[in-house]
């Protein structure tokens, strides 16, 4: 605040004030952080930025028990909503990406309800979109290359039907 009322001063003696780009961004935030509501989280070096998800995504397992796609439970999965999107942030070049995706067999999506399209982008350009899924079919295999990259992202989407759970395992 202090730094606002020197330049409201500087600024009534008739002094020219100059704002650099960084502190004009560095204002937006906080106004936005402020009275819009915007959670500012900085991004890891290496790990998941969560950049869109209906809550936090889980992991290996949903309210206490395993993810299961099909028949087949998953004691080892990452699970969240549709529609979500989570950056993948690398320590170092990657080599592949190899992955099962499905939507979770639980109370929500039962009976078939829900249905999700999953994608993989890397440097910028769509590598992996699955097919149409809903609830009680099997997974589909995720491969792809990921030509030394150290980031790239992943999205559920929920192929025009809301928010369902969706899960996956890699």
Request: proline share 7%; with cysteine.
């Amino acid at each position: 605040m202090t730094g606002l009322l020197l330049v409201l001063a500087a600024s009534s003696l008739g002094l020219p004030v100059t704002v650099a780009p960084d502190e004009m961004a560095e204002a937006h935030r906080w106004v936005a952080g402020k009275f819009e509501g915007v959670r500012q989280v900085e991004p890891p070096q290496w790990g998941l930025a969560v950049l869109a998800n209906f809550g936090e995504p889980c992991r290996n397992s949903r309210m206490g028990r395993p993810l299961t796609i099909g028949k087949t439970e998953y004691p080892r999965s990452m699970f969240c909503h549709a529609i979500s999107k989570i950056d993948i942030r690398l320590p170092g070049p990657g080599k592949s990406f190899t992955a099962l995706v499905g939507v979770d067999s639980n109370p929500q999506t039962q009976a078939g309800r829900g249905s999700i399209v999953f994608s993989v982008t890397v440097w910028g350009k769509e590598a992996f979109r699955s097919k149409v899924m809903s609830e009680g079919i099997a997974p589909e295999r995720v491969h792809i290359d990921l030509g030394a990259a150290t980031e790239f992202l992943l999205e559920v989407g929920d192929a025009g039907d809301g928010i369902i759970p969706a899960a996956g395992r890699s």
